[in-house]
């Protein structure tokens, strides 16, 4: 594509940050590892971080850690990344989808209620493009109901809620530092929380379920290999350092989109809540009802045959094949989620996107419509 829909902002400091671990010859489980997660523990105001290889790992070792299993149910949204419930399929558990409000496009809270059964464990709210739920709701039905909430925080790395941190908000969160994410170590995630016996279970799990001081050939526990190498966590140590300037450049970035947009009546975008502080990861713009999902599809495929990247974003969870036969979902069990999602279209964004190229994706945008 001639402008990338998204694309990783890599600065020097991050390439001699990786060559100076090669150098060293400590490539995994050497001191990078630590310094990363203290950095990250710091910036979002929680007492641990735990690296691990993916924000996938990072969700599943939380759903472990908080004891999900087999007959239990935990509440999310069908408006999000497979990997958000897949979590809860990995431990046996059935995920139990609520409908997304039309205009934040993150669950719709006033139906959680509506899907707690005896047999709820947990919430997972996902903060959708960056935007944190209400969150304040959501533990309140929590405490009510004795449930656990884990936030899918893996697009919100810098947002906040009343001021507060996107992951730090409930038992633990979870954030993916995927090359589209605000800070990238190509693959990579991190598991936030207050909680000592969170991190004590996530950081044994992701290490093959060795305690802490356990020889190589010791397991205290069933563990996976979900460790994130020390190039990796030294890539993330710069990139953090630089958060602050790539959240202000995708802001940057977003104002030149609404700036253009935000009169165009064929097309709506995300509504955010007062209480929300965005770090935008990606930016969707939703065509307008009177739009079929045949005529999104033609949007965009028109607009990359004129180099411009972009995509169908999410697609619903539950009409995924595995999901339809796993759990009977079928077309209009989440009508807005449905609404919504067939007419969403993710547009260019990173942090190189010059104003020009948000001139030349709105005009063709445009005259698409
Ligand atoms: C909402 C959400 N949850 C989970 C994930 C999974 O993260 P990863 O790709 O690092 O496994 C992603 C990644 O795109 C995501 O967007």
Same mark, same amino acid.
């Given at each position: 594509?001639?402008?990338?829909?998204?694309?990783?902002?890599?600065?020097?400091?991050?390439?001699?940050?990786?060559?100076?671990?090669?150098?060293?010859?400590?490539?995994?489980?050497?001191?990078?590892?630590?310094?990363?997660?203290?950095?990250?523990?710091?910036?979002? +105001?929680?007492?641990?971080?735990? &690296?691990?290889?993916?924000?996938?790992? +990072?969700?599943?070792?939380?759903?472990?850690? /908080?004891?999900?299993?087999?007959?239990? #149910?935990?509440?999310?949204?069908? *408006?999000? *990344?497979?990997?958000?419930?897949?979590?809860?399929?990995?431990?046996?558990?059935?995920?139990?989808?609520?409908? /997304?409000?039309?205009?934040?496009?993150? /669950?719709?809270?006033?139906?959680?209620?509506?899907?707690?059964?005896?047999?709820?464990?947990?919430?997972?709210?996902?903060?959708?493009?960056?935007?944190?739920?209400?969150?304040?709701? /959501?533990?309140?039905?929590?405490?009510?109901?004795?449930?656990?909430?884990?936030?899918?925080?893996?697009? &919100?790395?810098?947002?906040?809620?009343?001021?507060?941190?996107?992951?730090?908000?409930?038992?633990?969160? &979870?954030?993916?530092?995927?090359?589209?994410?605000?800070?990238?170590?190509?693959?990579?995630?991190?598991?936030?929380?207050?909680?000592?016996? !969170? @991190?004590?279970?996530?950081?044994?799990?992701?290490?093959?379920?060795?305690?802490?001081?356990?020889?190589?050939?010791?397991?205290?526990?069933? +563990?996976?290999?979900?460790?994130?190498?020390?190039? @990796?966590? @030294?890539?993330? !140590?710069?990139?953090?350092?630089?958060?602050?300037?790539?959240?202000?450049?995708?802001?940057?970035?977003?104002?030149?989109?609404?700036?253009?947009?935000?009169?165009?009546?064929?097309?709506?975008?995300?509504?955010?809540?007062?209480?929300?502080?965005?770090?935008? *990861?990606?930016?969707?713009?939703?065509?307008?009802?009177?739009?079929? #999902?045949?005529?999104?599809?033609?949007? $965009? #495929?028109?607009?990359?045959?004129?180099?411009?990247?972009?995509?169908?974003?999410?697609?619903? $969870?539950?009409?995924?094949?595995?999901?339809?036969?796993?759990?009977?979902?079928?077309?209009?069990?989440?009508?807005?989620?449905?609404?919504?999602?067939?007419?969403?279209?993710?547009?260019? *964004?990173?942090?190189?996107?010059?104003?020009?190229?948000?001139?030349?994706?709105? @005009?063709?945008?445009?005259?698409?419509?």
């Amino acid at each position: 594509m001639r402008i990338e829909l998204s694309g990783p902002d890599i600065s020097q400091g991050e390439i001699d940050a990786v060559i100076a671990v090669l150098k060293s010859g400590r490539l995994s489980l050497g001191p990078k590892v630590p310094e990363f997660e203290k950095a990250m523990a710091e910036y979002v +105001g929680v007492k641990h971080a735990v &690296a691990v290889s993916s924000g996938t790992c +990072g969700l599943h070792l939380l759903m472990r850690a /908080i004891g999900v299993g087999r007959g239990d #149910e935990v509440i999310s949204t069908p *408006f999000s *990344f497979i990997a958000s419930t897949n979590c809860i399929m990995y431990e046996g558990a059935k995920p139990v989808l609520v409908d /997304i409000d039309p205009r934040t496009w993150n /669950i719709d809270v006033s139906r959680i209620e509506a899907g707690v059964t005896s047999r709820t464990t947990a919430i997972i709210p996902v903060d959708a493009f960056g935007q944190v739920p209400d969150m304040d709701t /959501i533990k309140a039905i929590a405490a009510r109901h004795h449930l656990r909430v884990i936030e899918d925080s893996c697009e &919100a790395l810098g947002s906040k809620y009343k001021g507060r941190m996107a992951g730090s908000l409930a038992d633990a969160g &979870a954030f993916g530092f995927y090359p589209n994410k605000q800070i990238t170590t190509g693959e990579g995630g991190m598991i936030v929380t207050n909680d000592d016996e !969170i @991190a004590r279970l996530c950081a044994s799990m992701r290490n093959q379920g060795r305690d802490t001081g356990m020889g190589w050939l010791s397991h205290e526990r069933l +563990g996976y290999n979900y460790r994130l190498t020390d190039m @990796a966590c @030294a890539m993330g !140590i710069v990139q953090l350092r630089r958060i602050n300037e790539i959240i202000g450049k995708r802001a940057r970035v977003v104002s030149w989109y609404r700036q253009r947009l935000s009169d165009e009546k064929r097309i709506s975008m995300q509504q955010l809540g007062s209480d929300c502080e965005m770090s935008w *990861f990606v930016f969707v713009v939703k065509l307008a009802d009177s739009y079929s #999902e045949q005529n999104r599809a033609d949007i $965009i #495929e028109r607009l990359r045959a004129k180099g411009i990247g972009c995509s169908n974003y999410f697609a619903p $969870i539950h009409l995924q094949n595995f999901y339809r036969r796993e759990f009977g979902y079928k077309n209009g069990d989440f009508p807005v989620c449905e609404r919504v999602a067939a007419r969403t279209i993710a547009l260019p *964004f990173h942090n190189a996107l010059t104003e020009s190229e948000v001139d030349e994706v709105c @005009a063709a945008l445009k005259s698409l419509l």
